[in-house]
């Protein structure tokens, strides 16, 4: 069925089911001659690999990469890129009580009535595991763009309800929750540790910011380089909200306010969050997610079974009680994948305009 793959030059498709053998992503269009190895996409696995620390899914999974195409000596080929994640501990014998009743929030109901079957076993593809392979795809895109020095980073600016005052950068790596503000951090921590006593679920807001972007990366209509990012960051399970820059807070400014001023030595602020028109200008690339708590939760809610009888329901399992911290690698790899695309179509554009010959 389509809906499995993404972008243009650099296109990802993703495969696999959370209970299923594997999952994994075949990239193509990743151009040749770029140094990659397993290490570099581990990295980034181990950034949103479950069962590091409490108020996360407990699920043992090791998240070992295995490249089966395209890298030779170290290098791309400018053959498809196959990466495999093998799962190790999905323990499905939890779902089969859930087997015909939908958890409320989930996609447990919108997934039987469009096929008519699904798989029941952790989701199937609905599942916040299949965010691994976007990772894992993340991890080759962002090999791509070092070579144009682009970089994104991503962080947690609420959770819970609690905001991040402080944007410390050399905070971000320093707690689990990639919070660049220690003291809200600890506070974070403890609204987390009390949801999941009361077997309950929190959401938050992510922060995404993309730095060396130079101009000219974009689209002019449909396929603006904000509608794209907006696109992928909403395709993320959990995600219910994109804002670029100024966001919903430019609703409320005037005109006045809200321009960014130019001056022969750059932007005098950032209110547009560095797209003007669908296209990058130069300036740093800001957008925020709303991330939604986490819908399978031990509490009794009601819901109903695949025959629309009335049931209640109490979730068990392993489940995050919150997306966040382990969504904050996901919404870089996706911010990853966009931009790596539309380089590669700004660069095509760039030889045309120049004439470069062919060999
Ligand atoms: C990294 C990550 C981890 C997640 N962990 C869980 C989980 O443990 N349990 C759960 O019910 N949902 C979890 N989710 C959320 C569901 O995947 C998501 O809510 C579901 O696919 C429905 O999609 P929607 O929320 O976009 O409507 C997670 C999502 C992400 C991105
Ligand atoms: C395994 C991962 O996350 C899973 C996301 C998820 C969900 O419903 O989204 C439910 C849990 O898994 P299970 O299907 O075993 O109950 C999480 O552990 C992962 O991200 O690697």
Same mark, same amino acid.
């Given at each position: 069925?389509?809906?499995?793959?993404?972008?243009?030059?650099?296109?990802?498709?993703?495969?696999?089911?959370?209970?299923?053998?594997?999952?994994?992503?075949?990239?193509?269009?990743?151009? *040749?001659?770029?140094?990659?190895? @397993? +290490?570099?996409?581990?990295?980034?696995? /181990?950034? %949103? &690999?479950? !069962?590091?620390? #409490? $108020?996360?899914?407990?699920?043992?999974?090791?998240?070992?990469?295995?490249?089966?195409?395209?890298?030779?000596?170290?290098?791309?080929?400018?053959?498809?890129?196959?990466?495999?994640?093998?799962?190790?501990?999905?323990?499905?014998?939890?779902?089969?009580?859930?087997?015909?009743?939908?958890?409320?929030?989930?996609?447990?109901?919108?997934?039987?009535?469009?096929?008519?079957?699904?798989?029941?076993?952790?989701?199937?593809?609905?599942?916040?595991?299949?965010?691994?392979?976007?990772?894992?795809?993340?991890?080759?895109?962002?090999?791509?763009?070092?070579?144009?020095?682009?970089?994104?980073?991503?962080?947690?600016?609420?959770?819970?309800?609690?905001?991040?005052?402080?944007?410390?950068?050399?905070?971000?790596?320093?707690?689990?929750?990639?919070? *660049?503000?220690?003291?809200?951090? @600890? +506070?974070?921590?403890?609204?987390?540790? /009390?949801? %999941? &006593?009361? !077997?309950?679920? #929190? $959401?938050?807001?992510?922060?995404?910011?993309?730095?060396?972007?130079?101009?000219?990366?974009?689209?002019?209509?449909?396929?603006?380089?904000?509608?794209?990012?907006?696109?992928?960051?909403?395709?993320?399970?959990?995600?219910?909200?994109?804002?670029?820059?100024?966001?919903?807070?430019?609703?409320?400014?005037?005109?006045?306010?809200?321009?960014?001023?130019?001056?022969?030595?750059?932007?005098?602020?950032?209110?547009?969050?560095?797209?003007?028109?669908?296209?990058?200008?130069?300036?740093?690339?800001?957008?925020?997610?709303?991330?939604?708590?986490?819908?399978?939760?031990?509490?009794?809610?009601?819901?109903?079974?695949?025959?629309?009888?009335?049931?209640?329901?109490?979730?068990?399992?392993?489940?995050?009680?919150?997306?966040?911290?382990?969504?904050?690698?996901?919404?870089?790899?996706?911010?990853?994948?966009?931009?790596?695309?539309?380089?590669? &179509?700004?660069?095509?554009?760039?030889?045309?305009?120049?004439?470069?010959?062919?060999?």
């Amino acid at each position: 069925m389509a809906g499995n793959t993404f972008g243009t030059l650099f296109r990802v498709t993703t495969f696999g089911e959370s209970h299923g053998r594997a999952l994994g992503a075949v990239i193509d269009g990743c151009p *040749p001659g770029i140094p990659l190895s @397993e +290490e570099d996409i581990q990295f980034e696995l /181990e950034r %949103r &690999r479950p !069962g590091k620390h #409490l $108020g996360e899914s407990p699920r043992k999974e090791p998240d070992r990469v295995e490249i089966l195409s395209g890298v030779f000596e170290g290098q791309t080929l400018g053959t498809p890129i196959a990466l495999v994640i093998y799962n190790r501990d999905a323990k499905s014998a939890a779902y089969e009580p859930l087997k015909d009743i939908f958890r409320p929030g989930h996609g447990d109901c919108t997934y039987f009535w469009k096929y008519g079957l699904r798989d029941w076993r952790g989701g199937g593809r609905s599942s916040g595991r299949e965010t691994v392979a976007r990772v894992a795809a993340g991890a080759v895109a962002k090999k791509v763009l070092a070579e144009y020095g682009i970089q994104v980073q991503a962080y947690t600016v609420a959770l819970g309800g609690v905001w991040a005052r402080k944007r410390d950068l050399s905070e971000i790596n320093r707690n689990h929750l990639f919070c *660049p503000d220690a003291e809200a951090y @600890e +506070e974070m921590c403890r609204r987390i540790e /009390e949801a %999941r &006593r009361e !077997g309950d679920s #929190l $959401g938050g807001v992510v922060e995404i910011v993309a730095r060396g972007v130079p101009p000219g990366l974009g689209e002019p209509v449909f396929d603006k380089l904000d509608a794209e990012l907006a696109k992928a960051l909403m395709s993320i399970g959990a995600v219910k909200g994109v804002e670029i820059g100024a966001g919903f807070s430019a609703a409320e400014k005037k005109g006045s306010e809200n321009n960014d001023p130019l001056t022969p030595e750059g932007f005098l602020s950032n209110n547009a969050g560095g797209i003007l028109a669908g296209i990058s200008s130069g300036q740093e690339i800001v957008c925020r997610v709303a991330v939604k708590p986490i819908p399978s939760i031990s509490r009794e809610q009601l819901t109903i079974n695949e025959k629309g009888e009335a049931v209640k329901i109490r979730v068990g399992g392993r489940h995050d009680a919150s997306a966040i911290p382990r969504i904050v690698p996901v919404c870089e790899a996706m911010v990853r994948l966009v931009l790596a695309d539309y380089l590669l &179509r700004q660069l095509v554009l760039k030889a045309f305009r120049n004439h470069e010959t062919l060999p």
